[in-house]
């Protein structure tokens, strides 16, 4: 049973299009977050949200639009894709043991 | 703000060599330090954390890493490299009481030769 689950695994779309990708988690954290990792292997927070409230915003372009519906999901969606969205996506969460992260997204935009 | 610092983007021993991966943070307040290792196409492992207990923390796979907060240090290694350890290692820092995010280095690409 996957502790924080993402879908899809891989993700291939043109130019323009608007996807989305979701994350679910069972471990009954509060805080969860959304990394990405370009192709240098870089990894940067984009966003975290605690109990569905967004508490950071890292200078993201507002194309990208995290939704909580509830405490156990944090989706990531992003209109009209560039070329430069072509990244890893991780979904992770925080408890009292520490940080957990998901298997990641693929994303490439052509 | 806090940061990470990792010295060599590669490092490459032999099998039954010494790891040492260096790794230097910068924190206004006590920080929280972990390694993660990241296998190819694979996700984020935890492979220790140091959370102001123990300044010499033992991970899993045989790694260890010690804080030295005079240096500003939190430098992982292991005895005797095996081949199944090529992969790329991370090292974090996080502020807890903070944003509580996770801030991470650029990552060393460890190879391990035979």
């Known amino acids: 049973d996957t502790a924080v689950s993402q879908t899809p695994k891989y993700l291939v779309t043109q130019m323009g299009n608007d996807k989305s990708i979701k994350c679910e988690q069972n471990?009954?954290?509060?805080?969860m977050y959304w990394y990405k990792q370009d192709s240098k292997k870089f990894l940067k927070i984009m966003f975290s949200y605690n109990n569905k409230e967004l508490i950071i915003n890292e200078t993201v372009p507002n194309r990208f639009s995290p939704k909580s519906p509830d405490k156990a999901h944090l989706n990531l969606h992003i209109n009209s894709l560039e070329l430069g969205d072509s990244a890893v996506y991780f979904c992770?969460?925080?408890?009292?043991?520490?940080?957990?992260f998901g298997s990641g997204t693929r994303l490439t935009v052509v | 703000a806090q940061s990470v610092t990792q010295l060599g983007s590669h490092v490459s021993v032999s099998e039954g060599a010494l790891v040492l991966l260096r790794c230097n943070y910068s924190s206004s307040v006590p920080p929280y330090l972990f390694w993660y290792v990241q296998y190819p196409n694979q996700g984020l492992q935890l492979l220790l954390k140091?959370?102001?207990?123990?300044?010499l923390v033992k991970g899993i796979n045989g790694f260890e890493a010690e804080f030295k907060k005079s240096e500003t240090s939190f430098h992982l290694t292991k005895p005797s490299a095996h081949m199944s350890d090529a992969a790329e290692y991370f090292c974090a820092v996080s502020e807890e009481g903070g944003s509580e995010k996770l801030v991470f280095g650029k990552g060393t690409k460890l190879t391990v030769n035979p």
């Open positions: 992770a969460t925080k408890g009292a043991r520490g940080y957990t």
């Open positions: 471990l009954g954290h509060d805080t």
């Open positions: 140091y959370t102001s207990a123990a300044t």
